[in-house]
Every structure is written in C-alpha cells, then in structure tokens.
C-alpha cells in the first residue's frame, strides 16, 4: 500500500507513474478524494492559525474582554474538532482507497503499454537445434504415458494433471535440486502452511484486488488456500521489527493454487497455466537501500538453476503496463520452449519496496535504538517446477520421443539418466 503522506507530497508525480501503467486503472476517485483532503487541510490549518493568535489574544485581554475572547475560542476549538474529525474519516476513506491502488513503478522501469514493450537485459545460452520438427510437453508426456489429463479431468475437472513414474520423480528430484541449490547460498528453507488468513493475502496484495483469483474454505473459518509461497513466508515477519542484520533470505517449496480467473481461456493444454502447481519461492527482506542490489542478486540466484540444467533463457526487464499490482520492479525470467517455438515466462523476480511492508507492518532497526522504518520486501520464483519440467522435457526431446534429463538432476534420480515410455 502508497504512503498516504508520501502521496500527498508527490501527488503529481505519483498519479504520472500510476497512469503509466495503463490499462483499467481509474484514478478519479483517487484524485477527487485528494483534492477534498487538501481543501480540508488547508480549511483546519487557517483555523488552528487563528485559534493560535486568539490564545495569545486571550492572554493579553482585559478581564471584560477575556469572557468573550473564551466563549470564541471555545466555539472555534469545536469547529476546529468538527473539521479534524471529517478529515480523518476522509483519510480513512483513502486508506480504504489504497488497498486497490497499484505501487508506483520505480523510475528505472520503462513506461510502456504491454508486453510488447519490455525490455530484454540479457540472454544466455543457444537455442536447440532439431532434426526433426519437436512436439510440445504435453505430446511427449501423455505419449510417454507419463502425463494423464483425462484422468485427472475425472477426478478434479480442468487444468489439472496426474504425474506417473518417472515424471514424478522428476517433480520431485526438481524441488530437492533447487532447494539445495538456494540453501548453499544463504537462503534458510521454510516449509510455510498452504492455508492462511485474510490479513495474510492482504499483506501481501492479493487482497482485495484479487480474490476472484483465489480458492478459499467455505463456512465458519475462512481460509485461502496460497497462490505462492511468497503469501505465508512474506508473513512470517508480519507485525515485527526485524533486529537481525538484513537482508533476510528465505526459500519455501509449496503447492501454489490459483483459480485463474482471468486467464480467459490462455494455455488451455498442457502444464503451464494450472489450478494446482508447484513452486520454490525466494523471499528478501533488505533495507531500502540495498534492495535494488537485492533484486538483482535475486534474479541472478534464480538464473542460476537454469544455467545448471542448461536451459537457454533471457531476462527481461517489465515495462510500466506489464508489471504486478504490488511492484515496484520486475524482471521475468523466460526460459526457451522449442516445442511452441517461444520464450515463456518461468520466474518473476520482484522489488515490492515497502508497498507490502506497510500493509503486513514489518519494520527494521537501521541501529539499535534507532526510530523503526519500514523494510522493503522482495521474492521471485526460484522456480516454477511444472514449468521448469516443461522446459526439460521440450528441450531434452529426441527424435524416438523420449527425453534426456540434465546431468545435474541425475545424483536425485537415483540413476535415471532419461524419460522413456512408461512400462
């Protein structure tokens, strides 16, 4: 969430960078409120202007005069109240406001309208080279007898898949690989809960902006099920001041579920726009000024499991139209898929500044007995396993249709060195 003093401030400024992200973003409410707000302001600053000269006034006046000086004061101290109490249920109606108000782009994100305007930082590795015309994931999968769509149809509906037999394992070799990858350098693993609160969603910014987006419990004890780890582990420091030398670093395997709501019929075979997926989440806590620098560790830690897995990739920067509600700034990492001829998103790496910290009130010490100040939050997918799957299986493929696995996820294969056809 903006900073309504900071807004106020900037308020030019701010509505500039927020009309740069373009799209459904109305923010003629956001601007009506504001100008009220500052007639307000500027209405209770003259009052308490002249209830200041009338008290130096009173302290000089004639007992007679003193009586009708008081009975003044004390009638323009009422009007005063009156004035300061319709300011702060103004201020409380923008607070309201701001929960469905989008960060303000950093000034280093280029304004564009979509992602046709992206910006591409860099890219590493060659594209496959085929003899032969490759198949998309879901081909080799469900001809391997790998990969079950219908079945999992039956039992859950759409957008939903059963991994058999050595598929699974490589789901699972997948999260052991990453997770291992990330601890050694500094990250401390968490195993967070898949359910969480209202507050928690909201701590983060999926709440309320997106709640058509997510699955909930239903009855007496309202519960949303995570759309990423970043919702529980973001949270986990929810209410505090953090004390210890930042940055924090923290990775979480998790289920993700996600109603896709407004996916609008996108990806609708295959593995990469799910209801149900996994993921390894990388979660900074850092200081405001470092975390520009954090960001780009981030993205360069995530970079690193494809690199192992020899899977070509680019990073590329997102412009003001084509980022998240809750950044500040993006950079999505889009790995190469050979089957469907593109580059397609894998991990998304993000600087949220302190837009999520002051909606979940996570605060630091800069030193000890310092005044407490909002820390600023980053995460980014570290990966996406159903995706990175994808990758390996597009890019792995032979001509026979059976796929070779990355060297570096054979120690967690127990000897499985390729994909063949379920026996």
């Known amino acids: ?30 601007q009506a409120l504001f100008a009220e707000r500052k007639r307000l302001y500027t209405v209770v600053e003259a009052e308490q202007a002249k209830r200041n000269k009338l008290n130096d006034e009173l302290a000089k006046a004639s007992p007679d005069e003193r009586k009708q000086r008081a009975a003044d004061m004390k009638a323009l101290s009422s009007a005063i109240k009156d004035q300061e109490g319709q300011l702060k249920a103004l201020e409380e109606k923008l607070t309201t406001l701001l929960y469905d108000v989008p960060n303000v782009p950093d000034e280093s994100v280029p304004v564009g309208a979509s992602a046709d305007d992206n910006t591409v930082v860099r890219t590493w590795g060659e594209k496959p080279t085929f003899l032969f015309t490759p198949k998309q994931h879901f081909e080799l999968g469900e001809q ?7 079945r999992a ?14 598929l699974a394992k490589l789901e699972r070799a997948l999260v052991s690989f990453m997770i291992d990858q990330h601890t050694a350098k500094g990250y401390v693993e968490l195993l967070p ?76 075979r295959g593995l990469v726009r799910m209801h149900q997926f996994h993921k390894v989440e990388l979660v900074k806590f850092a200081r405001p000024d470092q975390s520009m620098a954090e960001l780009d560790a981030l993205t360069k830690d995530a970079c690193e499991i494809l690199e192992k897995l020899g899977l070509h990739h680019r990073v590329v920067l997102l412009c003001t139209g084509d980022m998240g509600f809750s950044s500040l700034k993006t950079f ?48 980014g997918s570290g990966l996406a396993i159903g995706r990175t799957l994808v990758a390996i299986l597009e890019n792995g493929q032979r001509e026979d249709g059976t796929v070779k696995l990355p060297e570096a996820l054979w120690p967690y294969l127990g000897g499985t060195k390729e994909l063949t056809a379920l026996r």
């Open 193 to 268: 809960p898949y359910l969480v609160t209202r507050a928690a969603m909201t701590g983060t910014g999926q709440l309320p902006k997106f709640e058509a987006d997510a699955f909930k419990t239903v009855g007496e004890h309202e519960l949303f099920l995570i759309p990423t780890a970043e919702v529980p582990v973001t949270n986990y420091h929810a209410d505090e001041i953090l004390e210890a030398p930042l940055p924090l670093k923290y990775c979480a395997f998790s289920p993700c579920f996600r109603a896709e709501a407004g996916a609008g019929g996108k990806d609708t």
């Open 1 to 30: 969430m903006l900073d309504l003093k900071d807004v106020a401030k900037n308020f030019d400024a701010v509505v500039a960078r927020l009309t740069a992200r373009g799209g459904a973003l109305d923010l003629s409410a956001f």
């Open 153 to 166: 149809a039956k039992v859950s509906g759409s957008r939903f898949a059963f991994l058999k037999g050595d």
């Open 332 to 379: 999505d990492i889009e790995v190469w898929l050979p089957g469907q001829n593109t580059f397609r998103e894998i991990s998304s790496c993000s600087n949220f500044g302190d837009f999520q910290a002051r909606r979940a009130k996570i605060r630091f010490r800069q030193n000890k007995g310092d005044k407490p100040q909002l820390v600023h939050t980053l995460n």
């Open 144 to 150: 391997l007898g790998l990969l079950d769509f219908e």
